[in-house]
């Protein structure tokens, strides 16, 4: 079974930069589609940035495009969301999903939270002054 663990999150002032990891631990995470997704005080969770497992497609909720950026490092089973330019706004409790059954070929945006089985706990993002 996958098990997944997020770090990384931290207070960080409006305009700073925040790296997540998720390392993964039970399986190779290349075989994945990988999620993030983020939570927000008295808001529903929502898609941040997925990635496939084996073409390089990526998708990005509009309101991130330009400063975050999901990424892979195979040989340490991690993912990464790089936060660049980090607004109020972003303050939420980030996670990260995967699923091996399927790819972003099938779908025209962010896949919904229902479509990954497999979820880390959860890090905190706080973007204040």
């Known amino acids: 079974q996958l098990q997944l663990v997020e770090s990384g999150g931290a207070l960080v002032q409006p305009g700073g930069s925040l790296r997540l990891s998720c390392v993964a631990s039970?399986?190779?995470?290349?075989?994945?589609?990988i999620g993030w997704f983020r939570q927000a005080p008295g808001k529903e969770r929502e898609g941040v940035s997925c990635?496939?497992?084996?073409?390089?497609?990526?998708y990005y909720r509009d309101s991130v495009k330009g400063r975050f950026t999901i990424s892979r490092d195979n040989a340490r089973n991690t993912v990464y969301l790089q936060m660049n330019s980090l607004k109020p706004e972003d303050t939420a409790v980030y996670f990260c999903a995967a699923d091996p059954h399927f790819a972003l070929r099938f779908y025209s945006s962010l896949p919904p939270g229902a479509d990954y089985g497999y979820w880390g706990q959860g890090t905190q993002v706080t973007v204040s002054s």
């Open positions: 990635s496939d497992t084996t073409d390089g497609k990526t």
């Open positions: 039970g399986g190779r995470l290349e075989y994945f589609a």
